[in-house]
């Protein structure tokens, strides 16, 4: 707890812009698109299958208790793998970039929203502390940019697309012609939007 003021890292190098979500965990602007690992999901597939038992079981009884002790075990064992991914997943995202921006997100109420179990157990407001941690470890700048509309601007041209449901996956700009995925288009945007606010 020594009172030392230690520097962020300051702008430089390579720019990358990161998009968080559900369809795919990250979306990077170099065009990359991680998933959620799949053992997170057999994990969770366990649990459910553990608490579905408990309720067959009579209340107070020593098997009640063992099964208690397995889920909590388990709950715990999620919890670090999951953080044990993200420390891994920020360090793979810092390789190679000298400056990440990601979405000014307020994760509680996204965890209260449509998506809440989604957002729960992908834990991206744990993912973003653990990255910031991770960035001023490496040396890589990092700064959040305002969310609203990415997924609706285009990256190329600055084009508004206009609103997209959830199920349309893909970027499309009548204007420029300028086509990928929605969520590496959404990260390029978080990308452009960071580098401007450096005025680059």
């Known amino acids: 707890q020594l009172n030392i003021d230690v520097p962020s890292p300051l702008p430089h190098g390579h720019p990358r812009g990161l998009d968080l979500g559900y369809d795919k965990f990250v979306a990077t602007s170099d065009g990359k698109e991680i998933k959620r690992p799949r053992f997170l999901k057999t994990l969770q597939d366990k649990l459910k299958l553990l608490s579905r ?16 002790q397995k889920i909590a075990r388990l709950h715990q064992r999620i919890s670090d793998t999951r953080k044990d991914w993200h420390f891994k997943l920020s360090h793979q995202l810092c390789d190679g970039a000298g400056m990440i921006f990601i979405e000014d997100i307020n994760f509680v109420s996204w965890q209260r929203g449509m998506l809440s179990k ?3 157990d992908a834990g991206f407001g744990q993912f973003a502390n ?5 960035c001023w470890k490496t ?10 509309g990415t997924s609706q601007t285009c990256p190329n041209c600055g084009a508004h697309t206009g609103k997209k449901t959830l199920d349309v996956r893909t970027h499309h700009c009548e204007e420029c012609n300028y086509t990928t995925t929605r969520d590496v288009a959404a990260s390029q945007e978080v990308r452009n939007r960071g580098l401007s606010a450096l005025g680059h």
């Open 139 to 148: 040396d890589t700048y990092f700064a959040k940019v305002n969310k609203d």
């Open 118 to 120: 989604q957002s729960a």
């Open 130 to 134: 653990i990255l910031k941690w991770v």
């Open 53 to 68: 038992r408990l309720r067959n079981k009579q209340k107070d009884s020593k098997n009640r208790h063992k099964l208690n």
